[in-house]
C-alpha cells in the first residue's frame, strides 16, 4: 500500500512557508515517502504503454 505523501495532499492547509527549515522539512517528508528503489527508464516505460495500447486496439 503507497503511503499518502506531502505532496499528494497538496499542503492542504495552503499556505506559504514561513522558513527555509519548513520547505527542508517539506522535502524530507516527500523523499522518505516514495517507494525504495530505480525508477525505470523512461523510454523502457513508454514502450510498454504503447505494447498495451497496440494490445488493446486489436481486441476491439
Known amino acids: 500500500m503507497r503511503r499518502e505523501s506531502p505532496s499528494d495532499r497538496q499542503r492542504q492547509d495552503h499556505r506559504p512557508f514561513k522558513s527555509v527549515a519548513e520547505v527542508q522539512d517539506f522535502f524530507r517528508q516527500c523523499d522518505a515517502a516514495q ?10 516505460h513508454l514502450a510498454v504503454i504503447q505494447e498495451s495500447r497496440k494490445r488493446g486496439k486489436s481486441e476491439n
Open 35 to 44: 517507494a525504495p528503489g530505480v525508477e525505470p527508464d523512461w523510454e523502457e
